[in-house]
C-alpha cells in the first residue's frame, strides 16, 4: 500500500522513543493508500506480561525475546500459505 525509505531512520527511530510518530510514507498518489495491494492478517495467541512497575533490564530482555520468538513463529507458519519466500525482518536497536 505504501512505500518507505531508510532516509532518516535514526530520525525517525528517536521520534519513537519519544513517542511521537516516525513514520515517512508515500506511494504514486502521495499520502493515499494504494487499492492495488492485497493485504492479508494472521492473528497469533495472545501474550500475558505482568505489570512490572522499575523493571530490569534483564526482565525487559526476557520478555522481548518471549515477543519476538512468538513473532517469528507466527511468521514462518502462515509465510508459505501467505507469501513463499517472504523474508521477516527484525531490527533490534
Excluded at 512497575?53 to 513473532?71: A, C, G, R, S, W
Aim: glycine share 6%; hydrophobic share 40%.
Amino acid at each position: 500500500m505504501f512505500k518507505t525509505t531508510d532516509i532518516g531512520l535514526k530520525l525517525r527511530l528517536f521520534l519513537n522513543k519519544l513517542k511521537l510518530p516516525g513514520v515517512f510514507y508515500y506511494n504514486l498518489f502521495g499520502f493515499i493508500p494504494s487499492c492495488d495491494k492485497k493485504i492479508q492478517l494472521v492473528v497469533g495467541k495472545s501474550l500475558k506480561f505482568p505489570k512490572i512497575e522499575k523493571p530490569t533490564k534483564n526482565e525487559i530482555d526476557y520478555y522481548h525475546n518471549l515477543y519476538v520468538e512468538e513473532l517469528k513463529s507466527l511468521f514462518n507458519r502462515h509465510v508459505n500459505d501467505l507469501d513463499p519466500g517472504a523474508k521477516l525482518i527484525i531490527w533490534d536497536e
